[in-house]
């Protein structure tokens, strides 16, 4: 145990982080074994250890954002004796068509309440735009507007969403554009609420797999579910993608991302947060769209997604008492870890968001960006 702290203590080195430290960003560790395990298992232990209360931390958000600000991953990758101690997770093809409602089972059925009490009055699930605005609320609205408005979404056009979660989007477009609006799911949970929010209009939210979808429409976006496709299925998307946008038509693809061309997820994010995902890059999302797009526009506002996550802690935190009877106090832990790792990554800048306008054929002219 003695080597084993002693090598993390070594790996923090120039973080400013010190184990049991007074500063709100370092670590408490109640349990010796922590280290130890921490070794064997990275990342995926470092969460579940959390989960089982063997650290604390007064600002996880802060933490996380010293630890990747400081490349620490990177710096453990070199290390050739550390990585013997760690288990690496690979998976093959984790967004095969076989898998695809296991997220949806996983993180998005986990109970409506959970999400009335955590998001915007929306429920929208994805980043919000903070520019000129107050609160979530505005943010997530001027975010779906943003959306519309980069599309050139005029009254009455029929608009696909792959990826529609609990209506957001389909029922902003429908209310405010008065366009005829089809959403694909994977959760049956989503899909529930979501017909019941928008039945007053033309919003369908259906219970399908993107690879499913045998329609035209005028315009096609994608809001926050790209991260869950896997990179072995990334063209295969962007064909369905393609083959639903009439030819004068234009896909926004908004996704998380990341600055690395990777084939596996974070480990402790993959089993307990989002089974089977995996963050694009730039060259991957590339790749998957030669030939049948031309990208008109990229909008990188991952800044705003720290913002986003932290006003999602702040509202589950106040929420918890009124719900936690639903859940286990693991679950808290796990759901904070979740929310304040992911903040903490956002404003280190190893994670962005990206909003990419895409054409089948080139906008005549040119197009103009919005923002």
């Known amino acids: 145990m003695k080597n084993a702290k002693k090598i993390i203590d070594s790996l923090l080195t120039g973080t400013g982080i010190t ?10 560790v109640h349990n010796d074994k922590f280290y130890s395990r921490v070794l064997r ?10 989960m089982d209360g063997w650290w604390d931390c007064e600002k996880l958000d802060q933490f996380f954002h010293k630890v990747l600000k400081a490349n620490l991953d990177e710096r453990i990758k070199k290390n050739l004796d550390l990585m013997l101690r760690i288990a690496w997770n ?13 997220v949806g089972e996983k993180h998005y059925d986990i109970g409506n309440a959970l999400y009335r009490q955590m998001l915007d009055k929306r429920l929208t699930y994805t980043c919000g735009y903070w520019k000129d605005v107050q609160d979530l609320d505005e943010a997530e609205e ?7 408005r980069k599309i050139g979404l005029n009254t009455g056009q029929s608009i696909l969403d792959i990826g529609s979660g609990w209506g957001s989007f389909i029922g902003y477009a429908a209310e405010k554009y008065d366009a005829h609006t089809v959403g694909y799911t994977i959760s049956r949970e989503q899909k ?16 399908q797999d993107y690879r499913n979808i045998n329609e035209k429409f005028d315009h096609v976006v994608s809001i926050g579910m790209f991260e869950h496709v896997g990179y072995k299925n990334h063209r295969t998307f962007m064909k369905v993608a393609s083959k639903s946008l009439k030819d004068d038509g234009l896909f926004l693809l908004h996704t998380i991302a990341g600055n690395k061309s990777v084939k596996a997820t974070d480990s402790w994010i993959n089993k307990h947060i989002f ?9 991957q999302i590339g790749k998957a769209i030669e030939g049948l797009f031309v990208i008109e526009d990229v ?3 991952g800044p705003d997604y720290d913002k986003t996550l932290m006003a999602w802690f702040a509202n589950f935190d106040k929420a918890w008492p009124g719900i936690k009877q639903n859940y ?34 080139g906008v005549a002219n040119g197009y103009k960006s919005v923002r």
């Open 328 to 361: 286990s106090e693991r679950f808290y832990r796990m759901w904070k870890y979740y929310l304040l790792s992911c903040a903490g990554s956002f404003r280190a800048r190893r994670i962005q968001l990206w909003q990419i306008v895409l054409s089948k054929h």
């Open 19 to 28: 184990i049991n430290g007074s500063n709100v960003y370092d670590p408490q």
């Open 142 to 148: 001027a975010k779906l507007d943003l959306v519309c």
């Open 192 to 207: 529930e609420l979501a017909d019941e929010m928008y039945k007053k209009y033309s919003a369908e939210t259906r219970l």
């Open 90 to 102: 690979f998976v093959l093809n984790p967004g095969r068509e076989s898998k695809a409602f296991e």
């Open 275 to 283: 089974p089977n995902s995996m963050l694009p890059s730039m060259t």
């Open 41 to 50: 298992g990275g990342s995926l232990a470092l969460g579940e250890s959390y």
């Open 299 to 301: 909008h990188n506002f």
